[in-house]
């Protein structure tokens, strides 16, 4: 296990190393660590802004540049299309670090803890407050609730369709995905970052223990059923925070209500 001052030299390091690469334009350290680290789990994270049509063959050099100068166990590459790669490492001593390569023409501020630490022309910082400015604009509530209640009841269907036939880890899945939608809906109503959970403990005590009742802490066929009906719960208390369209989602909360006293509770 690293330690913290490991982590640091790793970040130093790291750094140092890709802003001597040809056609890097800008280096990013995202999440916690561009605010000093969260607390001793959290790994590195790096974006990695290049020339626009350099970003392939940067990323293959960064990649092969980390390899080279540290102890790695293991590696994983991943392209999300033109102009877009991951590299995850795991370190000999467990510290991961993430180091993302984009161009600086689909460079897009998606989380809100980010700090430019290498800027080649300024361009980098003004297209990260740009582009995150343009997100905090205020949201289209009624198109957010339309859509979610427009697909809420295929996920709701297929926990119960798992409970009654009796298939316990599908329904612990589907559960997942109910969760899904309402973490979806927090985030949009307060502005947090909810993929995988980032931001949840900056909810308030009475979401957070809502959200607690939505597992299951046994098999039995019972506490399964209480985790379905405290998945919808959760999901029409939340929805309703958005204050539009109450009759519709009044309307689809009664009927899932009907729904579960026929087939589950």
Same mark, same amino acid.
């Given at each position: 296990?690293?330690?913290?001052?490991?982590?640091?030299?790793?970040?130093?390091?790291?750094?140092?190393?890709?802003?001597?690469?040809?056609?890097?334009?800008?280096?990013?350290?995202?999440?916690?660590?561009?605010?000093?680290?969260?607390?001793?789990?959290?790994?590195?994270?790096?974006?990695?802004?290049?020339?626009?049509?350099?970003?392939?063959?940067?990323?293959?050099?960064?990649?092969?540049?980390?390899?080279?100068?540290?102890?790695?166990?293991?590696?994983?590459?991943?392209?999300?299309?033109?102009?877009?790669?991951?590299?995850?490492?795991?370190?000999?001593?467990?510290?991961?670090?993430?180091?993302?390569?984009?161009?600086?023409?689909?460079? =897009?501020? !998606?989380?809100? @803890?980010?700090? $430019?630490? +290498?800027?080649?022309?300024?361009? /980098?910082?003004?297209?990260?407050? *740009?582009?995150?400015?343009?997100?905090?604009?205020?949201?289209?509530?009624?198109? =957010?609730? !339309?859509?979610? @209640?427009?697909? $809420?009841? +295929?996920?709701?269907?297929?926990? /119960?369709?798992?409970?009654?036939? *009796?298939?316990?880890?599908?329904?612990?899945?589907?559960?997942?995905?109910?969760?899904?939608?309402?973490?979806? @809906?927090?985030?949009?109503? +307060?502005?947090?970052?909810?993929?995988?959970?980032?931001?949840?403990?900056?909810?308030?005590?009475?979401?957070?223990?809502?959200?607690?009742?939505?597992?299951?802490?046994?098999?039995?066929?019972?506490?399964?059923?209480?985790?379905?009906?405290?998945?919808?719960?959760?999901?029409?208390?939340?929805?309703?925070?958005?204050?539009?369209?109450?009759?519709?989602?009044?309307?689809?909360?009664?009927?899932?209500?009907?729904?579960?006293?026929?087939?589950?509770?």
């Amino acid at each position: 296990m690293y330690t913290e001052s490991e982590r640091q030299n790793t970040l130093d390091k790291v750094c140092s190393l890709i802003i001597e690469i040809p056609y890097v334009e800008g280096l990013i350290v995202v999440g916690s660590g561009a605010n000093g680290f969260k607390d001793v789990w959290s790994d590195i994270d790096l974006c990695v802004v290049c020339n626009d049509n350099e970003t392939k063959s940067t990323w293959e050099k960064l990649t092969a540049i980390v390899l080279g100068n540290f102890k790695i166990q293991r590696h994983q590459l991943n392209e999300y299309g033109d102009s877009n790669y991951l590299t995850i490492f795991l370190l000999e001593n467990w510290l991961q670090i993430d180091m993302g390569v984009i161009s600086l023409e689909n460079l =897009v501020a !998606k989380r809100k @803890l980010w700090n $430019v630490v +290498y800027d080649k022309t300024g361009l /980098v910082k003004k297209k990260m407050e *740009g582009t995150w400015n343009a997100q905090k604009k205020s949201i289209d509530k009624e198109t =957010v609730v !339309k859509d979610s @209640l427009d697909s $809420v009841w +295929y996920y709701l269907q297929n926990a /119960v369709n798992s409970f009654n036939r *009796g298939r316990q880890l599908r329904l612990y899945h589907e559960l997942s995905e109910l969760r899904e939608r309402s973490s979806s @809906l927090l985030g949009d109503m +307060y502005e947090l970052d909810m993929k995988h959970f980032r931001d949840v403990d900056s909810l308030n005590s009475k979401i957070l223990t809502s959200i607690k009742e939505t597992y299951p802490t046994s098999f039995d066929r019972k506490e399964l059923a209480r985790a379905v009906v405290g998945s919808c719960s959760l999901y029409f208390s939340t929805i309703k925070l958005f204050g539009v369209m109450i009759h519709e989602i009044e309307e689809l909360e009664s009927s899932v209500k009907k729904y579960l006293s026929e087939t589950v509770c």
